[in-house]
C-alpha cells in the first residue's frame, strides 16, 4: 500500500525518533538502583575471594576477573595514560590493558588479602556529577570501619566501575601518577611501560 505523504513524514518521525532513543540508551541507563545493584554483585565476589582460603596467586586471578568484568578497562587505562593514549595503535592499547588489567589485580589483590576475615558491605548510592557513587563500608577485624567508594558510569553503554575510592583516596588520580612516572622512567614509550607493568604483575 503506498502512504501519503502525511503518513511518510509520519512514518520518519517514528524512525528517527525511534534510533535518537536508542543511541541515548547507554548514557541513560544508568541510576542509583543499577548502580548499587553492580556494586553489590562486586562487593558480594571480593568478600567470596578474600575470605576463599586461596592461595595468593589463585586469589590474584581471581580479582583479575573480577577487575576485567566489572570495571571499565579501557576508560580506566586512557585517564590514567593522559595525552599518550590518544596516540596510540590498538594493538598497543590492547597491550597495555590487558598488563595493567593484572597489575591492578596484583597490587589491589594485595591490599585486599588485609581484609581477610573482613566483610565489605553496600551502604548506599547517590549521583556524583554525571555518574553514580556507590558507599560501602569495610569491616576489618582489629580495626574500626572505614568507607570505600565505587563510582561507576555508564558511558560505555553499561554500568562499569571506573574509580574506587578506599579512604579518601581516589584510585584513579594514584595509578595515574604511577603510570606517567613509569611512562616518564621508560623513556615516554607505551609499549616499554607496558613490559614494566607485566614484571610488577
Known sequence: MELTPTQTKLSRRVLLAGSAAFIATPSLAINASSAETLITKVVDQINSIINSGKSESRMFNDFENVFAKFADVPIISASVVGPPWRSASNSQKRAFQKAFTRYMAVKYGRRFREWIGGKISVDRAEPWKSHFQVHTQAVMQGHAPFTVIFRVSGKSGKDLIFDMIIEGISLLKT?????????DANGR?????????????
Request: hydrophobic share 35%; charged share 25%.
Open 189 to 201: 614509550d607505551l609499549g616499554r611501560t607496558t613490559k614494566a607493568l607485566q614484571n610488577i604483575g
Open 175 to 183: 595509578e595515574a601518577v604511577e603510570v606517567r612516572a613509569t611512562y
